[in-house]
């Protein structure tokens, strides 16, 4: 049975308060101010709500109305000339609706200037999510006229208020910790970071999926976001998509952590970036494609940075190396990552085909690699770690070993120049690869 209600609405700017408040209300949520010039603003209270109404209903048989979900509207325009609308929007009904809207922008006259169409999957009783609309080439917009539609008729069940997450605001980035406490999986959790001046104007944001390779933070599961800004910003705020199916499925078995040795290596570069390697040797016997995500940390036990990383696939006894870039961050001190398996991958292993020739010389190392298999070798790609006396990374470059195709065909040598800038005691190359897979 479905249940519609049609809201017309004139949302505007400058209302960034509120959406402190209802994040706070709908997510468990620790943030940490770890900037170097953090503000002098106190968090608000997270408000107390006592629901004494009856449960008795079906939530297909609860009608809900417009004025039980409170909405906040924040306009972006961005750089290249499109603005975009972030409209929060917290449940306070005793329903779960999944909600559809439309969106209208008019300029200063009131004149229609965009129009776009956004969608909810599934927000449950006391969550907080929202919609984006993208107006596209749009700017100058006055104000933004919203219609939702709320349907109780759902395909999906709520998971948002079973996320906790841990925020660290970095001077130029709001890393967020997400766990998921509850017994179901939590699918396609996006985290969007707005970052505000301190009119409550939003200067810049970002947004990405906190997910494994299953597109899901499992129960019990723990997973990490970078969100990046090249703004001044005086706050920032957080806010999530995201849905379940009802399911509690596991990792795929097969293989687990003490499948695998690793061996990691930190470089920071010249123009204040972070990169991290993890070396992996499979010593299971299964072909594995890994998934991984790092959270990064300063001495301090501060959380500065998340970054994803994988291997497309890894045979048994072969060695490959998983890359992590840190935008805008230095200081890392130490890594936890987290590694998720397939075992059954898309592609098929091809390194211990290679037959590798390392010649290094005082200013680079230069690799022939030689395909001694049946199958062309594709996107084979070498890591050049160059170590000083004490094994610390001082230069570092990568390059595909590949002809035309992406390819080493079956009995070809390719080689390679990587190049080092700094002085070096001793080099280490790695490798990624795959075959098969069309």
């Known amino acids: ?101 439309n969106a209208t922008a008019l300029d200063v006259n009131g004149n229609v200037i965009g129009a776009d169409e956004g969608s909810i999957d599934i927000i449950g009783p006391e969550e907080t999510s929202l919609i984006v609309f993208y107006f596209d080439s749009v ?52 985290a969007y970071a707005l970052f505000f001046d301190a009119e409550g104007n939003v200067v810049s944001y970002d947004s990405a999926y906190i997910t494994d390779s299953d597109s899901e933070i499992k129960p019990g599961a723990e997973l990490s976001v970078q969100l990046d800004t090249y703004e001044k910003f005086d706050h920032v705020e957080c806010f999530l998509t995201g849905r379940s199916n009802g399911e509690a499925s596991v990792a795929a078995g097969g293989v687990t952590d003490d499948d695998f040795v690793v061996k990691e290596y930190c470089y920071e570069n010249t123009i204040g970036d972070s990169l991290y390697f993890l070396v992996i040797t499979n010593n299971s016997t299964e072909n594995v ?62 390194l211990s085909d290679l037959e590798i020739v390392q010649n290094i010389n005082d200013k680079n190392v ?4 030689t395909n001694k298999g049946s199958e062309p070798a594709q996107f084979v790609e070498v890591y050049a770690l160059f170590l000083d006396s004490a094994g610390q990374v001082v230069s570092y470059e990568s390059k595909y070993v590949t002809d035309g195709d992406s390819e080493i065909k079956p009995g070809v040598t390719l080689s390679e120049q990587l190049d080092s800038y700094e002085p070096f005691d001793n080099v280490e190359c790695y490798f990624t690869g795959r075959k098969g897979g069309f």
Not at 39 to 64: C, F, L, M, Y
Not at 152 to 176: E, G, R
Not at 321 to 328: E, H, K, Q, R
């Open 366 to 369: 230069v690799v022939s690699v």
């Open 289 to 350: 494609g890994i998934d991984i995500n790092m959270t990064a940390y300063d001495a301090g036990e501060n959380v500065i940075g998340a970054a994803n990383g994988s291997i497309d696939v890894l045979g048994p006894e072969e060695q490959s190396v998983a890359g992590f870039y840190f935008d805008s961050v230095t200081g890392i001190d130490h890594v936890a990552y987290t590694m998720s398996y397939d075992d059954s991958p898309y592609y098929d292993p091809v």
């Open 139 to 190: 700017n100058d917009i006055d104000k933004v006229e919203c219609s939702l539609d709320y349907d109780t008729d759902i395909h999906y069940t709520p998971v948002l208020a079973n996320l906790t997450l841990q925020q660290t605001i970095n001077d130029k980035n709001l890393t967020v910790v997400a766990a998921n406490t509850g017994t179901v999986n939590a699918q396609f959790v996006e």
């Open 1 to 101: 049975m479905r249940k519609y209600v049609i809201a017309a609405c004139l949302a505007v700017l400058l209302l960034a308060g509120c959406a402190a408040a209802m994040d706070a209300a709908s997510q468990n949520v620790e943030i940490r101010d770890n900037r170097t010039s953090a503000g002098t603003e106190t968090d608000a209270e997270k408000p107390s709500i006592v629901d004494n109404r009856s449960q008795t209903d079906s939530a297909s048989d609860i009608a809900v109305s417009d004025e039980e979900f409170e909405k906040t509207g924040y306009l972006y325009e961005n750089p290249i000339g499109d603005s975009l609308y972030f409209y929060v929007i917290s449940n306070h009904s005793k329903a779960s609706v999944s909600v559809d809207g």
